[in-house]
């Protein structure tokens, strides 16, 4: 009760500059009433002390009408003050006029409820391109990286990888090239910060301050303005493991996620250590909700599957009714889909997944 109080208090606050506009308009609907009062009953001012001595020579029509005149301008002026006050925060930066503004926010208000399954480029690819379409988006990202920054975030401070997240928070973001170019700075030194980039650290000392990654991610997200929301696929410390032919006909396991595409030869099959980690509930709910689902762009091996490999996830998918889509990448990945057409990927996707997704 004590935080609705303080919340309906803060309004009233100095400062806001809200209170002359609010006590205008109120007195110019007082105006109104006190005109439509003289319209409709002239016979008690007669009672009236003041229009006895001093007004009578006024008639009630003349009174009216000063005061539906005064009454108006004072609401004209108040609302128009009004207007300005509370929508200058979101027309700050002079680029788009409020109703486009508001008309674009409304229409990806109601825009399909769209679930994307990948990793971090491919996938803030086409983030960048639903979001000027609908805000009912959810990214739901692999946590199998273990290369680069996010490899030794992981392994320092044992958290999920950031920086497939990084990428699609970039793109979901309001300001997306600002926050990209931040999120993306790499800093060079000879000390421990080398080679992290700001966006993996953001995410990491979120995740600090809230207690969780996901947590972090929700913050994060709400901090930056992010059309949509990105959550994990798993909570689970994964390994992504691939079982690969070699030119010598020799079949290794490589297990991580950077050694898979590294390691010369055929990707047979990719699975993941544990087996079976338990999915993200507000994945399978996005699924669940969905009106479609995108898988891709992205790495078939190292981004996608690993989504598609937690068994909870391609249950959910195959319970929803929603329009499925895979997009696979135009080119070929070196060391991972050499040679293969897109019928291949499908193939690849059947022999992982079953037939009939």
Same mark, same amino acid.
């Given at each position: 009760?004590?935080?609705?109080?303080?919340?309906?208090?803060?309004?009233?606050?100095?400062?806001?500059?809200?209170?002359?506009?609010?006590?205008?308009?109120?007195?110019?609907?007082?105006?109104?009433?006190?005109?439509?009062?003289?319209?409709?009953?002239?016979?008690?001012?007669?009672?009236?002390?003041?229009?006895?001595?001093?007004?009578?020579?006024?008639?009630?029509?003349?009174?009216?009408?000063?005061?539906?005149?005064?009454?108006?301008?004072?609401?004209?002026?108040?609302?128009?003050?009004?207007?300005?006050?509370?929508?200058?925060?979101?027309?700050?930066?002079?680029?788009?006029?409020?109703?486009?503004?508001?008309?674009?926010?409304?229409?990806?208000?109601?825009?399909?409820?769209?679930?994307?399954?990948?990793?971090?480029?491919?996938?803030?690819?086409?983030?960048?391109?639903?979001?000027?379409?609908?805000?009912?988006?959810?990214?739901?990202?692999?946590?199998?990286?273990?290369?680069?920054?996010?490899?030794?975030?992981?392994?320092?401070?044992? *958290? #999920? /990888?950031?920086?497939?997240?990084?990428?699609? =928070?970039? @793109?979901?973001?309001?300001?997306? %090239? !600002?926050?990209?170019? $931040?999120?993306?700075?790499?800093?060079?030194?000879?000390?421990?910060?080398?080679?992290?980039?700001?966006?993996?650290?953001?995410?990491?000392?979120?995740?600090?301050?809230?207690?969780?990654?996901?947590?972090?991610?929700?913050?994060?997200?709400?901090?930056?303005?992010?059309?949509?929301?990105?959550?994990?696929?798993?909570?689970?410390?994964?390994?992504?493991?691939?079982?690969?032919?070699?030119?010598?006909?020799?079949?290794?396991?490589?297990?991580?996620?950077?050694?898979?595409?590294?390691?010369?030869?055929?990707?047979?099959?990719?699975?993941?250590?544990?087996?079976?980690?338990?999915?993200?509930?507000?994945?399978?709910?996005?699924?669940?909700?969905?009106?479609?689902?995108?898988?891709?762009?992205?790495?078939?091996?190292?981004? *996608? #599957? /690993?989504?598609?490999?937690?068994?909870?996830? =391609?249950? @959910?998918?195959?319970?929803?009714? %929603? !329009?499925?889509?895979? $997009?696979?990448?135009?080119?070929?990945?070196?060391?991972?889909?050499?040679?293969?057409?897109?019928?291949?990927?499908?193939?690849?996707?059947?022999?992982?997944?079953?037939?009939?997704?």
């Amino acid at each position: 009760m004590r935080e609705k109080w303080r919340a309906y208090t803060c309004w009233i606050k100095p400062g806001l500059q809200l209170k002359r506009w609010l006590f205008l308009l109120l007195l110019g609907v007082g105006l109104l009433c006190l005109g439509t009062f003289f319209l409709s009953a002239p016979d008690p001012l007669s009672r009236l002390h003041l229009y006895r001595s001093k007004l009578r020579w006024l008639s009630p029509a003349y009174l009216a009408s000063l005061s539906f005149s005064i009454g108006v301008a004072s609401l004209g002026i108040s609302l128009w003050q009004l207007k300005r006050v509370l929508l200058a925060p979101f027309t700050a930066t002079g680029t788009r006029p409020y109703p486009e503004i508001l008309r674009s926010y409304r229409q990806r208000q109601r825009g399909a409820r769209i679930a994307v399954i990948g990793g971090g480029h491919g996938q803030a690819t086409i983030l960048r391109g639903l979001k000027a379409y609908t805000s009912n988006l959810t990214a739901i990202v692999t946590v199998a990286d273990d290369g680069g920054s996010s490899g030794r975030l992981r392994r320092e401070m044992g *958290i #999920l /990888p950031p920086g497939d997240f990084r990428n699609c =928070i970039a @793109a979901l973001a309001d300001d997306e %090239a !600002l926050i990209t170019r $931040i999120f993306q700075y790499r800093f060079r030194t000879n000390a421990g910060l080398d080679g992290h980039s700001f966006g993996n650290l953001f995410i990491s000392a979120m995740s600090g301050v809230t207690g969780s990654f996901e947590d972090a991610l929700a913050k994060s997200s709400q901090m930056l303005a992010v059309q949509g929301r990105v959550v994990p696929s798993t909570l689970e410390a994964i390994m992504l493991a691939a079982d690969i032919q070699k030119t010598t006909g020799s079949i290794t396991r490589v297990r991580g996620e950077s050694q898979v595409s590294q390691t010369k030869g055929a990707i047979l099959r990719a699975l993941l250590e544990p087996s079976s980690p338990p999915a993200y509930p507000g994945a399978i709910q996005a699924i669940l909700n969905a009106e479609m689902i995108i898988m891709g762009p992205g790495s078939l091996y190292t981004s *996608i #599957l /690993p989504n598609l490999l937690v068994p909870e996830i =391609i249950k @959910a998918i195959r319970a929803s009714q %929603a !329009l499925k889509v895979y $997009i696979c990448n135009l080119a070929t990945q070196l060391g991972e889909t050499d040679d293969y057409t897109a019928a291949r990927h499908l193939e690849v996707l059947t022999a992982h997944l079953g037939p009939n997704l």
